[in-house]
């Protein structure tokens, strides 16, 4: 099993900023708890790449962003969560989505997502978070979030991500890239990146084969990537029985009650991890003995 894990580098003197991700555990373990079928995967699995490597943007050990795709296509809304730290975690609505391959004979990703907004939240410890939001210009996301970069963020960016999934619906690989030029690049530059972007291979199909994320960078770039770091990417979702419990208490003694007498307990499944948290009679009974 190869590790998970993200890059942050430059290239061409600081004029050109690159990220780089191989996402395929993440990918498997979202597959194991959401039980997505194959389109449904490769959906969520570009999303979630895409966030573990805007994690590396963030500047803040708790700074953290969430990526929501509304969409009216079948797959309903996907919502990703990451943190500067590696932590990722995310969900689609409706993970049991079928659809006829496309006209590439590929998984139909633009079809199930539809049409729609793409929005970006960050986090950054301030009053207010950071907001962002575009339409989706074609439902591949990888194209979708080029679109972001550009006009939200107003940095010209290329965005490549891909997932491999077998036909038993097993994930093989996942991964990708973001390229971003600053205003001191070179119009040469510029357009050598595009024509090695245009002639570059599978991302997927490179990342099956053995290519790490540092190697992806390399065949876009060029030899002349100085990677600044790297950092380990893995699924992480933060409830607990704790957080569930003070959740519920917060619900207030009327709903807590109306909990009680519909169902005799309190049941709540976490859409991120799809982990499920049971609080029985006893246990509620005594919060409302409690509460004033």
Excluded at 5 to 27: K, N, P
Excluded at 87 to 108: E, F, Q, S
């Amino acid at each position: 099993m190869r590790e998970d894990y993200a890059v942050r580098a430059t290239a061409h003197g600081g004029t050109l900023r690159a990220f780089a991700a191989r996402t395929t555990e993440l990918v498997k373990e979202l597959q194991r708890r959401h039980h997505t079928w194959p389109v449904a995967t490769a959906a969520l699995g570009r999303a979630v790449t895409v966030g573990a490597m805007m994690g590396l943007m963030l500047k803040g050990e708790r700074d953290r962003l969430t990526i929501q795709i509304k969409g009216n296509g079948p797959l309903g809304q996907i919502v990703v969560d990451a943190d500067s730290r590696g932590h990722v975690r995310g969900y689609v609505d409706n993970p049991a989505v079928d659809l006829p391959l496309n006209d590439r004979g590929k998984l139909d990703v633009a079809g199930a997502v539809g049409e729609g907004m793409l929005y970006v939240v960050k986090d950054l410890g301030l009053k207010e978070p950071y907001r962002g939001s575009v339409p989706l210009v074609s439902g591949e996301l990888g194209e979708d979030f080029t679109y972001y970069f550009t006009v939200s963020e107003q940095i010209p960016s290329a965005v490549g991500v891909g997932v491999l999934v077998d036909r038993d619906g097993s994930v093989l690989a996942s991964g990708g890239f973001i390229l971003q030029v600053l205003p001191e690049a070179e119009e040469e530059t510029i357009a050598r990146l595009e024509e090695r972007i245009a002639a570059m291979t599978s991302v997927t199909d490179r990342i099956q084969a053995g290519a790490a994320p540092e190697d992806l960078l390399r065949e876009v770039i060029g030899e002349d990537v100085q990677v600044l770091q790297r950092q380990p990417v893995s699924f992480d979702c933060s409830c607990s029985p704790d957080r569930i419990r003070s959740l519920l208490k917060s619900m207030g003694k009327e709903e807590i009650s109306a909990l009680l007498q519909k169902q005799g307990k309190a049941e709540v499944i976490c859409h991120f991890c799809s982990e499920r948290y049971v609080v029985e009679r006893e246990e509620l009974e005594k919060w409302l003995g409690e509460m004033k």
